[in-house]
């Protein structure tokens, strides 16, 4: 025992001088290199001497980036992540500049600008450097991570050994449909993923509600209620604000709303952790996730996952540098597809490329070194969306190359965390699911002229931009809304500026979700009828409903109900609604009628729910938004997420059923989890209390630095 000892101590003394001395080599080339980058007096020195300096400034740099780095790092936690992971350059130059400070008699220098690339070197060889050391070490890897795990298991009072029941780490990949999995494991793009389908796992494909996004998919897996979350986007008129899912103040409502409906705390209240989601499942663990966003103090761990990961210096400045090389291969691919001329196609200019990296390389990165920490610490449950590719699939379609490429780098993240999971002080279960999928497509916009905004604006006889006025179906509407005035209303030209204008009402406010929009005119208290609109705006909803890029407006009637309308004025009773019989609803699938029923019953369904058309040959739809590849309502991919399960788990649903809605998968995950630790009881968070007033205590978060998720 203790001869073992004293060799991994040997051996870690020898990496770290073997680092000492490639970085002081690193040093010296670029002083050589970099003309504003000196270790010499002006006079000149020997080499000898300036080989002293290159070694002491290296020293010192090492010693400020395991030291100083941390606490820096702690500091800036309240700084937004987008925004730390730019300063990691010019942080890392800091402390350059220290250390050339810090040499003998002055000798080292260095402009501002140089110290930060001479730092980003330095950093990048020294952890490549370390890597290499530790691969040629065969068991390097494993002892860091036994190490690790020895060590929390110690801080939790644990005997160190795996006889206990397995814990399970489901992660979501958000936006990848059924189909997009199927094919990139069959392709060979996914080889971790095509390793475990049929031979450990099945894999399952579920449908979502109509409201097919993240916000409804994810609110009713982790809490088991997506009760009234109409679409991404929508209008409540009692309270006049407009509630968008990744908003902090609307994820932490729509929270409350689904623990208060539910009467626990969610999916991950028994030694739970969340990672990258929005919203909490009740876990008393928490990194990135945005519900808890909104909160202040000591209760708010969800900005923890930052400093575990961007404590380790090494691990900052390589997703910095992977930071900067993906915002250039965005702007690189998107270069090729305009000179391509690939349709279709969306601007992915402006802060686009940046909002690209951190979904695709830093919020990756922390995200699956915190689920690395959860594993290593022995948690029971744990929750991650991985958000990268839904990221780049909206710019660059749910099928092309550049999506695909994103695909390849998290299936070499779901191989980390499996090999992880055998060092972890218990087995644990992997549970792969998706929110939704994608469906593809030109935008609404693209493909007619107009935003759907222009149109219903048109409709109702309001003013529109000059473009939409001009393109046909701007004008089609248009003219449709003055023969409307004429004839129903009398309603003469405006003399002053030639338009017609509707007799009374307000602006109506038109929101998108993908391919799903949602209108609501914020005068008329309550759901506004079919009657009355038809009053108000005679030519809207015929307008609406002819339209090519249209499938099917949901409008209720005092006459005859919730109605479904379709191409020339046919109306469906709500109740009448049936899949695939030639109706208004023929193209969008299997249980489209049902989903369209759900949300009918909510109570902040829109005046006017419009669902855009939907191809059934090539499964095209057009985004009421700048993406073509969208989600967030029916037709096409979107609505087939999947889930792939151990084989040692129950089967989802039984032979010859389906696995509908996300609170069925929610109550799917909620069994698994008790099939591995025997019934657990629901706790609540802190903002509903039990009867008695008693509330769940927090645990602390551990701020011990993960596992860096490129070794």
């Not at 709303?257 to 705390?265: F, H, L, P, S």
Request: net charge neutral; charged share 20%.
């Amino acid at each position: 025992m203790g001869d073992g000892r004293w060799r991994a101590g040997g051996r870690a003394l020898f990496r770290v001088i073997a680092v000492w001395a490639v970085s002081t080599l690193t040093m010296l080339t670029l002083a050589g290199l970099l003309p504003e980058f000196q270790l010499q007096s002006d006079d000149g020195d020997s080499f000898t001497r300036t080989a002293l300096t290159a070694a002491w400034g290296a020293g010192v740099f090492g010693l400020l980036t395991a030291l100083v780095w941390p606490v820096v790092v702690r500091a800036l936690l309240l700084v937004p992540a987008l925004i730390l992971g730019l300063l990691v350059f010019f942080l890392n130059g800091s402390l350059l500049l220290i250390a050339l400070w810090l040499t003998p008699d002055g000798r080292g220098a260095a402009d501002p600008e140089t110290a930060v690339v001479v730092a980003a070197v330095m950093s990048a060889v020294a952890s490549a450097t370390s890597t290499a050391l530790a691969v040629r070490d065969d068991n390097a890897y494993r002892r860091r991570l036994s190490r690790l795990a020895d060590r929390r298991r110690r801080r939790r009072g644990d005997d160190g050994g795996r006889s206990g029941p397995p814990g399970t780490v489901f992660l979501q990949l958000d936006g990848v449909g059924h189909d997009v999995l199927r094919h990139a494991a069959d392709r060979g793009v996914m080889p971790t993923v095509a390793s475990w389908v049929g031979a450990t796992h099945r894999l399952t494909p579920w449908r979502t509600d109509w409201s097919s996004q993240t916000g409804s998919s994810q609110l009713g897996i982790l809490h088991g209620s997506n009760h009234d979350v109409p679409a991404f986007r929508w209008y409540e008129k009692e309270r006049g604000r407009v509630v968008v899912s990744n908003r902090p103040s609307s994820a932490v409502e729509l929270q409350r709303r689904a623990i208060e409906r539910t009467g626990d705390g969610g999916l991950l209240t028994v030694d739970g952790a969340s990672r990258g989601n929005l919203f909490s499942g009740g876990a008393d663990q928490l990194a990135l996730v945005l519900s808890m966003a909104a909160r202040r103090g000591r209760a708010n761990r969800s900005r923890a996952g930052y400093f575990a990961y961007f404590s380790d210096p090494a691990n900052a400045v390589r997703t910095a540098m992977s930071f900067v090389a993906e915002v250039g291969r965005e702007i690189g691919q998107s270069t090729r597809a305009r000179l391509r001329g690939d349709r279709p196609r969306v601007g992915r200019g402006g802060l686009y490329p940046f909002i690209r990296a951190f979904a695709t390389v830093v919020e990756r990165d922390v995200v699956v070194a915190a689920v690395i920490g959860d594993m290593l610490a022995g948690r029971t449950a744990v929750y991650a969306d991985l958000v990268a590719y839904d990221e780049v699939a909206h710019h660059s379609g749910p099928h092309s190359k550049d999506a695909e490429r994103v695909l390849e780098r998290l299936d070499r993240s779901l191989a980390l965390i499996a090999k992880v999971a055998e060092h972890a002080p218990r087995t644990y279960r992997i549970v792969l699911l998706s929110d939704h999928g994608q469906s593809p497509g030109e935008t609404f916009a693209g493909a007619y002229g107009l935003t759907l905004k222009d149109l219903v604006r048109a409709g109702c006889g309001l003013p529109v931009s000059r473009r939409a006025g001009r393109s046909r179906s701007g004008a089609e509407a248009r003219d449709a809304a003055r023969h409307a005035l004429r004839t129903v209303l009398h309603v003469p030209l405006d003399e002053e500026g030639g338009e017609e204008r509707p007799p009374h009402g307000s602006d109506p406010i038109v929101l998108a979700s993908g391919n799903l929009a949602l209108i609501s005119f914020p005068d008329v208290p309550g759901r506004m009828s079919r009657e009355e609109i038809d009053r108000r705006h005679p030519a809207l909803l015929s307008t609406l409903a002819n339209h090519p890029g249209i499938g099917f407006l949901l409008v209720h009637s005092e006459q005859h109900g919730s109605v479904v309308m379709g191409r020339d004025g046919a109306l469906t009773p709500v109740p009448d609604l049936k899949d695939g019989d030639g109706g208004p609803l023929a193209d969008f699938g299997p249980g489209a009628a049902d989903a369209v029923r759900r949300t009918d019953t909510f109570p902040h369904v829109a005046d006017i729910m419009v669902n855009s058309m939907h191809d059934p040959k090539d499964g095209s739809v057009h985004a009421f938004e700048e993406q073509i590849g969208s989600h967030g309502g029916l037709g096409g991919e979107q609505s087939q997420p999947f889930l792939l399960s151990p084989f040692d788990v129950t089967p989802p649903v039984g032979v010859g059923q389906e696995l509908i809605g996300a609170e069925q998968v929610h109550r799917v995950l909620r069994r698994w989890l008790r099939e591995c630790q025997g019934p657990q009881v629901p706790i609540r968070t802190p903002e509903i209390t039990r009867p008695g007033g008693q509330e769940q205590e927090g645990t602390p978060a551990s701020g011990h630095p993960l596992p860096d998720p490129h070794v």
